[in-house]
């Protein structure tokens, strides 16, 4: 089935491994660096790197800088421990933190570009898009704060938030790539998924300092004190 948004579109099991596998990767490398196995920690920041050299290659420019960045600082940080270089562990908690905000990013706009196209796509538009992309960007912020506040016993391997699927079904979506029963339903739809992107979008923003550019920036703005869940 054609799609004019492809672009911003992936299985949902590729997208699932995407998410998933970087996160257990650092989790990977921090067992084997702790453990003094810096081979094997090495191997798996390389890994790392190498799920988000993939997500770039579909990423929007300005969220392709950000990943890019963090390829760049992974590959060194792999030589770097290969090397016995690196002594402290909070060198790989600073790396991992500025990839999963770089996904996390990343995954928000693209839940905001699906969004966006779903709008102009009516009957052809993917409305699972908009829930795949928000769940991702959802877990590579949460897997950033628990980094960054050195909460270990809760880095388990990610999941994702089924509620956003059942929402949409609810709605009269099916799972396929069809549109609700009527407007409202879509409308309902839409403004709730715009909702979790602006709370999303926000905490991005605090999280980072910076602003993140997104597709519909003045009606993100609207939406932005909204809850995520």
């Known amino acids: 089935m054609h799609h004019a948004a492809?672009?911003?579109l992936v299985d949902a099991d590729i997208l699932a491994a995407f998410v998933n596998k970087p996160c257990e990767n650092f989790q990977?490398?921090?067992k084997q660096f702790l453990s003094g196995n810096n081979a094997k920690a090495a191997g798996h920041l390389r890994t790392a790197s190498a799920y988000l050299r993939l997500e770039a290659a579909r990423a929007e420019a300005t969220?392709?800088?950000a990943i890019e960045t963090s390829v760049r600082e992974l590959e060194q940080l792999a030589s770097a421990v290969e090397r016995g270089e690196v002594r402290a562990y909070s060198e790989?908690?600073?790396?991992?933190v500025q990839a999963h905000v770089a996904l996390a990013s990343h995954h928000c706009v693209q839940s905001d570009s699906c969004c966006c196209q779903?709008?102009?796509d009516?009957?052809?538009g993917d409305v699972t898009c908009v829930c795949r992309e928000l769940n991702a960007a959802t877990i590579h912020l949460e897997q950033a704060t628990m980094w960054r506040n050195g909460e270990l016993a809760n880095l388990?391997?990610?999941?994702?938030?089924?509620?956003?699927?059942?929402?949409?079904?609810?709605?009269?979506?099916?799972n396929s790539m069809a549109m609700p029963k009527n407007n409202a339903d879509q409308n309902q739809?839409?403004?709730?998924?715009?909702q979790r992107i602006g709370s999303l979008h926000k905490k991005l923003e605090a999280f980072t300092g910076r602003k993140i550019q997104l597709a519909r920036p003045n009606e993100i703005d609207a939406f932005g004190g909204m809850g995520l869940r």
């Open 6 to 8: 492809s672009k911003v």
């Open 28 to 30: 990977l490398a921090r």
């Open 63 to 65: 969220s392709r800088v």
């Open 92 to 96: 790989l908690q600073r790396v991992f």
């Open 118 to 120: 779903l709008e102009k």
């Open 122 to 124: 009516g009957n052809e």
């Open 156 to 174: 388990v391997q990610p999941t994702y938030d089924e509620s956003h699927f059942a929402e949409m079904e609810s709605m009269g979506f099916s």
């Open 189 to 194: 739809f839409l403004s709730s998924m715009k």
